[in-house]
């Protein structure tokens, strides 16, 4: 059976940018007709983008990347794009996720990487070509997973990832979808993409010793307590860290 998850699919928060999205699109593919172009958002500067209704979401001045490197004569479009940080250290001291980011990194062996003692298990590589029972290749990161269509890539647990589970929880809470990833080079909550690594914005649930991070919700936990525009997005819902001993902080 192959899995289904579809990750390059439009994230449902998404949604609310779909007038936005499609001017911004038009603005790209039909910049060069002068007969279409009265309904564009043109730009010099981002300072000339309107603010959208929604908070979680900015306009930005920019052009198609088919365009980027030409001498252009024509105005730049205001295209839409995501406005959240996930950086935990832009937050106030007592926060959800600067708390929860203290607790998961605070913990030592919490990130240690085990898939050489225990390979085959769910988010490692396959151990002697076999993984556990119930568990197969995923086809794109060829670590075991199981079949669950509700649930991103399974990837095992190792330091330089350290957060990144309580990171990524974050941005799915505030924009409602499990279909979003912290992208720690700039620290965006962004739609993620499947085949990148966590961390550089790709989708993905970190496992423990075979254990979904207990710091995610799951899809439909996302989709009905969704808090929309209005949510106070510093202290978005992030679940109980699990200690080293297996015991909740």
Same mark, same amino acid.
């Given at each position: 059976?192959?899995?289904? +998850?579809?990750?390059?699919?439009? !994230?449902?928060?998404?949604?609310?940018?779909?007038? #936005?999205?499609? %001017?911004?699109?038009?603005?790209?593919?039909?910049?060069?007709?002068?007969?279409?172009?009265?309904?564009?958002?043109?730009?010099?500067?981002?300072?000339?983008?309107?603010?959208?209704?929604?908070?979680? =979401?900015?306009?930005?001045?920019?052009?198609?990347?088919? =365009?980027?490197?030409?001498?252009?004569?024509?105005?730049? %479009?205001?295209?839409?794009?995501?406005?959240?940080? *996930?950086?935990?250290?832009? +937050?106030?001291?007592?926060?959800? %996720?600067?708390?929860?980011?203290?607790?998961?990194?605070?913990?030592?062996?919490? +990130?240690? $990487?085990? *898939?050489?003692?225990?390979?085959?298990? &769910?988010?490692? #590589?396959?151990?002697?070509?076999?993984?556990?029972?119930?568990?197969?290749?995923? $086809? #794109?990161? /060829?670590?075991?997973?199981?079949?669950?269509? &509700?649930?991103?890539?399974?990837?095992?647990?190792?330091? /330089?990832?350290?957060?990144?589970?309580?990171?990524?929880?974050?941005?799915?809470?505030? +924009? *409602?979808? %499990? &279909?979003?990833?912290?992208?720690?080079?700039?620290?965006?909550? #962004? !739609?993620?993409?499947?085949?990148?690594?966590?961390?550089?914005?790709?989708?993905?649930?970190?496992?423990?010793?075979?254990?979904?991070?207990?710091?995610? /919700?799951?899809?439909?936990?996302?989709?009905? $307590?969704?808090?929309?525009?209005?949510?106070?997005?510093?202290?978005?819902?992030?679940?109980?860290?699990?200690?080293?001993?297996?015991?909740?902080?």
């Amino acid at each position: 059976m192959q899995r289904r +998850y579809r990750a390059d699919a439009p !994230p449902s928060g998404l949604t609310l940018l779909v007038g #936005v999205s499609l %001017i911004a699109t038009a603005g790209c593919t039909l910049i060069l007709d002068p007969q279409r172009r009265d309904d564009i958002i043109r730009c010099d500067f981002d300072d000339d983008c309107p603010a959208m209704e929604d908070p979680r =979401y900015e306009l930005f001045c920019t052009v198609s990347e088919e =365009y980027q490197d030409q001498d252009l004569d024509f105005s730049r %479009i205001c295209a839409p794009r995501t406005a959240v940080s *996930c950086d935990p250290r832009e +937050y106030a001291f007592d926060s959800v %996720i600067a708390v929860r980011y203290r607790e998961a990194t605070g913990q030592v062996n919490r +990130y240690a $990487e085990h *898939c050489t003692t225990q390979p085959g298990t &769910q988010g490692c #590589v396959a151990g002697d070509g076999a993984c556990e029972q119930g568990l197969s290749p995923h $086809e #794109v990161s /060829q670590r075991c997973d199981d079949l669950d269509l &509700q649930t991103p890539p399974a990837v095992a647990a190792e330091p /330089q990832v350290s957060g990144q589970d309580v990171l990524d929880q974050f941005c799915r809470a505030v +924009y *409602c979808d %499990i &279909q979003f990833a912290c992208r720690a080079r700039d620290f965006r909550c #962004v !739609p993620c993409k499947l085949g990148n690594g966590l961390g550089a914005g790709g989708c993905g649930d970190l496992y423990f010793d075979g254990e979904r991070s207990s710091a995610y /919700q799951s899809a439909s936990e996302l989709e009905s $307590e969704c808090e929309g525009p209005q949510i106070d997005v510093a202290n978005a819902y992030i679940g109980p860290v699990v200690s080293d001993d297996g015991l909740r902080e």
